[in-house]
């Protein structure tokens, strides 16, 4: 009799176990997709607020087509990713379209003046922030979840239940940092690639 009860006891406490594991990896789960939400929240304004700011600058630079036109594509391919990964690839190019158009921007002074454009370059930067801080607050929820995924005995629960991996939102900011030149005097704000070193006396010339 006592031996069946202590039976009975370490399946009862497996169970109860088991039923905190399963819901603890789905409370982490659901944080992961709350986390997601409001990225995409804040992606979204900043899509909205981006046909403006394009509409804006054409009415002072409509000859700069080429970054306009680059600006458009990127926005369109940002809005028609699927999944984490392809979304980050598409906003790491959404960035440096933006951040060359702002470049371009520089050698129109009405331009710069104008209080659209300010309030929408502002704008625009206030919702990057938004962006950056609901990013590491997924990411955050994404490494709790992987790690509780992966730890034993929730591994068990996470095999046996199909709690599938979570992808971090990455972006490359990297690039984000590197400087970009702008040739203003040829009338546009087409960039232009650094000169190639010249070699110094005595040495010869770097190969093209």
């Given at each position: 009799?006592?031996?069946?009860?202590?039976?009975?006891?370490?399946?009862?406490?497996?169970?109860?176990?088991?039923?905190?594991?399963?819901?603890?990896?789905?409370?982490?789960?659901?944080?992961?997709?709350?986390?997601?939400?409001?990225?995409?929240?804040?992606?979204?304004?900043?899509?909205?607020?981006?046909?403006?700011?394009?509409?804006?600058?054409?009415?002072?630079?409509?000859?700069?087509?080429?970054?306009?036109?680059?600006?458009?594509?990127?926005?369109?391919?940002?809005?028609?990713?699927?999944?984490?990964?392809e979304q980050a690839q598409a906003e790491n190019m959404?960035?440096?379209?933006?951040?060359?158009?702002?470049?371009?921007?520089?050698?129109?002074?009405?331009?710069?003046?104008?209080?659209?454009?300010?309030?929408?370059?502002?704008?625009?930067?206030?919702?990057?922030?938004?962006?950056?801080?609901?990013?590491?607050?997924?990411?955050?929820?994404?490494?709790?979840?992987?790690?509780?995924?992966?730890?034993?005995?929730?591994?068990?629960?996470?095999?046996?239940?199909?709690?599938?991996?979570?992808?971090?939102?990455?972006?490359?900011?990297?690039?984000?940092?590197?400087?970009?030149?702008?040739?203003?005097?040829?009338?546009?704000?087409?960039?232009?690639?650094?000169?190639?070193?010249?070699?110094?006396?005595?040495?010869?010339?770097?190969?093209?």
């Open positions: 009799m006592t031996a069946t009860l202590i039976i009975i006891g370490v399946i009862a406490l497996l169970v109860i176990i088991g039923v905190v594991l399963y819901n603890r990896l789905v409370q982490l789960r659901n944080r992961v997709e709350a986390g997601w939400s409001q990225i995409d929240v804040q992606l979204k304004r900043r899509y909205d607020l981006i046909p403006n700011l394009v509409e804006t600058v054409k009415g002072y630079a409509a000859h700069e087509r080429q970054t306009l036109e680059a600006v458009v594509a990127a926005r369109q391919q940002a809005v028609s990713a699927n999944g984490v990964e959404l960035t440096g379209a933006l951040r060359q158009l702002f470049a371009v921007a520089e050698a129109y002074p009405d331009l710069k003046a104008n209080q659209n454009f300010l309030a929408l370059q502002e704008e625009l930067t206030g919702t990057e922030g938004r962006i950056a801080y609901a990013r590491q607050f997924y990411n955050d929820q994404v490494l709790q979840y992987d790690n509780a995924r992966e730890q034993f005995p929730s591994s068990i629960f996470a095999g046996m239940f199909n709690f599938e991996a979570a992808t971090y939102f990455e972006v490359e900011d990297a690039v984000s940092r590197e400087p970009v030149r702008v040739d203003f005097g040829q009338g546009g704000g087409t960039p232009q690639q650094a000169p190639p070193p010249q070699a110094q006396p005595g040495q010869q010339p770097p190969p093209q």
